[in-house]
């Protein structure tokens, strides 16, 4: 690893409460290890009866909608973002629900959930293979299995 800054090659050093981390000499500073920040989302119906489940990349399996929250991006800002780019629809209480480490992509991600304004799926961008509204039973059942989606989901569900 390599000092961010200045590209100086880092070396463990102790620090107090955290362990051994990272340290640029030539800065004088830790440089904790970097990783990525996604949130993805539960969204429900107006009447809360139904959940969102969208299929991408050409892959014939139920997840939710998700995205990299951007640098400077406040992660609430990026979730209704993200929703409205992808799905063209405004949401409303928006709530903290669950977040897990997903090593294979080195992200953080941030599950929240939501209430759409409207159930209108006809205004979907290019990244959305297929947009449909389950109930919350069908919906357990059909998002795809053993998923970070799915761990979110079913938190959610059973609170
Ligand atoms: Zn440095």
Request: hydrophobic letters at 20%; proline letters at 0%; aromatic letters at 6%.
């Given at each position: 690893m390599y000092c961010v800054n200045c590209g100086t090659k880092l070396t463990d050093r102790f620090l107090e409460h955290e362990g051994m981390i990272p340290y640029c000499k030539k800065c004088g500073e830790y440089r904790f290890p970097t990783f990525s920040v996604a949130c993805s989302m539960i969204v429900l119906s107006p009447d809360k009866n139904r959940v969102l489940l969208i299929k991408q990349y050409g892959r014939d399996r139920n997840i939710l909608v998700a995205g990299y929250i951007s640098k400077g991006e406040n992660a609430e800002h990026a979730a209704a973002r993200e929703i409205k780019e992808e799905i063209g629809l405004s949401v409303s209480e928006l709530h903290f629900n669950e977040s897990s480490y997903y090593e294979r992509t080195n992200t953080l991600m941030l599950n929240f959930w939501c209430v759409a304004?409207?159930?209108?799926?006809?205004?979907?961008?290019?990244?959305?293979?297929h947009a449909e509204w389950y109930t919350l039973d069908e919906a357990r059942e059909n998002?795809?299995?053993?998923?970070l989606a799915e761990k979110f989901l079913l938190a959610f569900l059973d609170k």
């Open positions: 304004e409207s159930d209108d799926l006809s205004n979907t961008n290019y990244e959305i293979d998002i795809v299995h053993g998923s």
